[in-house]
């Protein structure tokens, strides 16, 4: 199974994303951008790929492991971003103002624990919720006005769960399954 871990938002949080997205779907036109999808907004902490039922197994473990005695907090969004580069954009983001340092903790305790049971994963962790993939060029100072526009906007969540969650593609279309949830005190 291909899995990843992740944290998912509350409702209003992904209702901002999905302003932030429609004002760049309607300035970068229709076909520029694969946008995600509404129900697939997380945060991926660490992606795992393809594992046995044993490394799903460990998994779980390590996030068990890796969240005793962690408490939920607050997640306030921030800048808008892109990877590699603004200038070379691949992957459009939205990052954190509030909440990274705590995000960063966790994908660290996450890594350690993921490493002692021998899953292997790449581990470059930044903090951020992936809006869409750029699939062509895109119009002259799209991320500019794309930044702009975000910082208008102020998404909140509480973080209170990280899952171990597995990925599918069907009919071309990423498809996500909780295959295990921690709660967070």
Not at 19 to 29: D, K, L, Q, S, V
Not at 111 to 132: I, K, Q
């Amino acid at each position: 199974m291909r899995l990843f871990i992740a944290s998912s938002f509350e409702t209003s949080f992904i209702e901002i994303l999905e302003e932030i997205t429609a004002y760049a779907y309607t300035n970068a036109g229709g076909s520029a951008v694969k946008w995600v999808e509404r129900a697939n907004f997380h945060l991926t902490y660490v992606f795992l790929g393809e594992v046995s039922e044993s490394g799903a197994a460990a998994a779980i473990k390590s996030v068990d492991d890796a969240l005793k005695g962690r408490k939920s907090f607050t997640l306030v969004s921030g800048a808008f971003g892109a990877f590699p580069s603004l200038r070379n954009p691949q992957v459009l983001w939205l990052g954190f103002k509030e909440g990274a340092p705590e995000l960063r903790e966790i994908a660290g305790k996450l890594a350690r624990a993921l490493s002692e049971r021998g899953l292997t994963f790449d581990n470059r962790f930044e903090p951020h919720v992936t809006l869409g993939r750029i699939k062509k060029e895109l119009p002259a100072n799209l991320c500019g006005r794309m930044a702009d526009y975000a910082l208008t906007k102020t998404a909140v969540s509480r973080l209170a769960s990280v899952e171990v969650m597995e990925s599918s593609i069907i009919c071309g279309c990423p498809v996500y399954k909780r295959v295990y949830s921690r709660q967070l005190l």
